[in-house]
């Protein structure tokens, strides 16, 4: 039955139909433990599919629907990246005009960066700041606003030279959609309504999941939970909002896509941005290192991979790839594009299995380019299945290596104080009920009791076990015997990198001194 169904995807899509699709997709809900998905795909300017699968949440019947908003995370980079081009097309703003000329406050740690960084530099992600830079400031959710994360910026340390090299960020889109207020005079939640959902007919979505009403159709967020799948609440998403607040639906995100591959032409004369823009923004900026996928994903390794500005950019068969993926707790997505084949692929999610939205989406793919049948569910499960145990073997690892006998050099009392990092602010250590716990000052979720790991690390288990972020904390002494720095970083490989705990630098602060 699994032949005969892969088979089918050689066939025309009017014979193919919606039946070989559907199986893939409730494999993949089955597989992955997935409760909803919605998928569009789009082929030479028609929507041929929009539908949802499953459900919104588990333990209720509503179901998911091609109407149903799921929040899109990352992929709304590409929108605001689009917003300033359309800044460009009106005359307001070039790509190359410098960041500090254009938005008062702005400053890298580095003097050099600070006056060279460009527009474009903000959206391909080759600023030298590291891996998900910043990201403790907005996940989990914090209480600092985006004008607090653009005067932080400065003090988070380079990790690399200037445009030498790739590293996922999210922090400059934050400073993008100030750029965006400051230049067009508008809010980027008033840009995304006016500019993008109105034109479009993108008439559910929304700018972020503090704009959902009570009856908005609107699938949950749901991830494992000590080994049981939980549903979660929406990000809030107070701050950071450019890099990855919109909802939106497999209808409404079809028509974008629409827009994407007609470079911007909306038809009836009508145009988001001018297709010179829409060339710029696929356009390779930073290379990506290319890793290679052996074994069952050995057919999807690229021979290039590049970020443009908002979207990246490989080979995939011999033919451009375009597109971006999303992450939330809670929630997956990727938007596909092969612009020579007119083709788009959106894949939505409500469960954090970046397996399910790629064994779509390569099904999908190579039925549109006759590839030859594979069973992509069954090669995703693979390598997720290695990929777990992997984490897993590294977590037991750490664990033998640790002296259970020893004990912390001081009394628990003097590891207690306020500790400050240069970029996040405070964090708090207290002795309650006779145990150490730490309290982030911004990040409410990030309140723990502290667990003795060996010698002066203890171990941070947040309590809500979803987060998959527990964190070993180190604390440093002087030769005095007192704390002098405090370190951290993730327990498991599997944490996400925006939980960027390695990063911290806590020191002591002085009796007295205002919070920061």
């Known amino acids: 039955m699994r032949f005969r169904a892969l088979c089918l995807l050689l066939l025309p899509m009017v014979v193919w139909g919606q039946a070989a699709l559907d199986q893939v997709v409730e494999r993949c809900r089955k597989e992955f433990q997935v409760p909803g998905i919605a998928v569009a795909v789009v082929k030479d300017g028609k929507v041929v599919v929009a539908k949802g699968y499953g459900l919104r949440k588990i333990g209720d019947p509503a179901p998911v629907t091609p109407r149903t908003l799921f929040p899109i995370a990352s992929n709304t980079k590409v929108f605001t990246a689009a917003a300033l081009a359309m800044l460009v097309d009106e005359g307001k703003l070039d790509w190359d005009d410098r960041v500090v000329d254009r938005l008062p406050g702005f400053q890298m740690s580095d003097p050099y960066v600070t006056r060279e960084m460009r527009v474009r530099d903000l959206l391909c992600h080759r600023s030298g700041l590291g891996l998900g830079a910043g990201d403790l400031m907005f996940w989990p959710a914090s209480d600092l606003t985006d004008e607090d994360i653009l005067h932080r910026l400065r003090f988070i340390p380079l990790a690399t030279s200037f445009r030498s090299t790739y590293a996922y960020d999210n922090i400059l889109y934050s400073v993008a959609g100030l750029l965006l207020k400051q230049v067009g005079g508008k809010p980027w939640e008033e840009v995304m309504r006016v500019r993008f959902f109105g034109p479009l007919g993108m008439a559910d979505s929304l700018p972020g999941s503090r704009f959902l009403k009570a009856d908005t159709d609107v699938a949950t967020p749901h991830a494992p939970a000590e080994g049981k799948l939980v549903a979660l609440p929406q990000d809030p998403f107070n701050n950071n909002a450019p890099a990855g607040a919109i909802l939106s639906s497999a209808e409404d995100l079809s028509k974008w896509v629409r827009a994407l591959l007609a470079q911007g032409d909306l038809g009836q004369g009508r145009r ?46 011999g033919t451009r790839l375009v597109g ?123 309140n723990a009791v502290l667990e003795h790991w060996q010698q002066d690390t203890f171990v941070a288990r947040w309590p809500d076990r979803s987060m998959d972020a527990d964190a070993f904390v180190t604390f440093a002494l002087d030769p005095a015997g007192k704390v002098r720095e405090i370190r951290m970083q993730p327990v498991s490989p599997s944490t996400d990198f925006s939980y960027d705990f390695q990063d911290l630098r806590l020191k002591p602060v002085a009796e007295g001194a205002p919070p920061f």
Do not use: C
Not at 352 to 365: G, Q, S
Not at 375 to 403: F, I, L, N, Q, Y
Not at 417 to 439: A, M, S
């Open 272 to 317: 988001l941005y001018s297709a010179a823009q829409a060339r710029l923004l696929e356009t390779p900026l930073t290379l990506l290192p290319l890793r290679p996928r052996e074994g069952p994903l050995k057919e999807a390794t690229p021979t290039m991979a590049a970020y443009a500005m908002g979207l990246g950019v490989r080979d995939y068969r």
């Open 324 to 446: 971006h993926t999303g992450g939330l707790a809670g929630m997956v997505s990727r938007v596909t594009l092969l612009p020579e084949h007119k083709l788009g692929v959106v894949v939505l999610t409500n469960a954090e299995v970046t397996e399910a939205f790629d064994a779509i989406t390569h099904t999908v793919l190579d039925h549109y380019l006759n590839a030859p049948p594979k069973d992509w569910v069954a090669a995703h499960a693979e390598v997720k299945a290695a990929r777990e145990a992997r984490a897993k073997a590294a977590v037991a690892k750490a664990s033998a290596g640790r002296d259970a006998a020893s004990r912390p050099s001081l009394p628990l009392a003097a590891y207690a104080g306020r500790y400050r990092d240069p970029w996040y602010g405070d964090v708090h250590f207290e002795v309650k009920e006779g145990r150490l716990r730490i309290r982030f000052s911004h990040t409410p979720a990030l």
